[in-house]
């Protein structure tokens, strides 16, 4: 059993004790120590990548985890852009044109790294009992958008998937 299945079967636990039977606690603890020496939300990517729909207590519900994440990861998406120049901020118009940019490649993103799957075959890379077409048998889907926002999202994808494994990692070392 990996990390990320601990971490969401203590999400589900019906206690937290910490002694000889129970140990539901120790992947939380080890999520929050990660947390410290790492980006800060990898326990949120974990909760809002393989809890959505398995968290049972109301005040945990998945829309909340992801609406905060999808603002934390505007902000980190932001800073990257900014950080590597893709559009140069003379003017005010610029500005706001780069901010645009920025929550788009944002929300594509988040939206590809959470569901990447291809709309026609569900994923499955067949359609009518032949390769689907549009995803050429991968099951995975495009993001939308021209070339540039599409480079610069896919570019933040692997940036994502990074960002979850390293804390993954971090996590399942602590565990040990």
């Given at each position: 059993?990996?990390?990320?299945?601990?971490?969401?079967?203590?999400?589900?636990?019906?206690?937290?004790?910490?002694?000889?039977?129970?140990?539901?606690?120790?992947?939380?603890?080890?999520?929050?120590?990660?947390?410290?020496?790492?980006?800060?939300?990898?326990?949120?990517?974990?909760?809002?990548?393989?809890?959505?729909?398995?968290?049972s207590?109301?005040?945990?519900?998945?829309?909340?985890?992801?609406?905060?994440?999808?603002?934390?990861?505007?902000?980190?998406?932001?800073?990257?852009?900014?950080?590597?120049?893709?559009?140069?901020?003379?003017?005010?118009?610029?500005?706001?044109?780069?901010?645009t940019?920025?929550r788009?490649?944002?929300?594509?993103?988040?939206?590809?790294?959470?569901?990447?799957k291809?709309?026609?075959?569900?994923?499955?890379?067949?359609?009518?009992?032949?390769?689907?077409?549009?995803?050429?048998?991968?099951?995975?889907?495009?993001?939308?958008?021209?070339?540039?926002?599409?480079?610069?999202?896919?570019?933040?994808?692997?940036?994502?998937?990074?960002?979850?494994?390293?804390?993954?990692?971090?996590?399942?070392?602590?565990?040990?």
């Amino acid at each position: 059993m990996g990390y990320a299945d601990r971490f969401v079967m203590s999400l589900g636990a019906s206690t937290l004790q910490d002694d000889a039977q129970h140990h539901a606690a120790e992947p939380l603890a080890a999520a929050a120590l990660a947390d410290l020496t790492g980006a800060g939300f990898g326990a949120l990517l974990t909760r809002v990548k393989y809890a959505d729909g398995s968290i049972s207590k109301t005040f945990e519900s998945g829309t909340q985890n992801l609406a905060q994440l999808l603002r934390i990861w505007t902000n980190r998406v932001t800073e990257k852009g900014r950080e590597r120049k893709w559009v140069k901020e003379g003017t005010e118009w610029d500005v706001c044109a780069a901010m645009t940019l920025y929550r788009r490649v944002a929300e594509r993103s988040l939206a590809y790294w959470l569901d990447g799957k291809c709309g026609t075959c569900h994923g499955t890379g067949t359609a009518s009992r032949m390769i689907c077409q549009p995803c050429k048998g991968s099951g995975r889907g495009e993001i939308g958008g021209g070339g540039f926002e599409r480079e610069k999202a896919l570019d933040m994808v692997s940036e994502l998937e990074g960002l979850l494994q390293a804390h993954n990692a971090r996590s399942a070392a602590l565990l040990r």
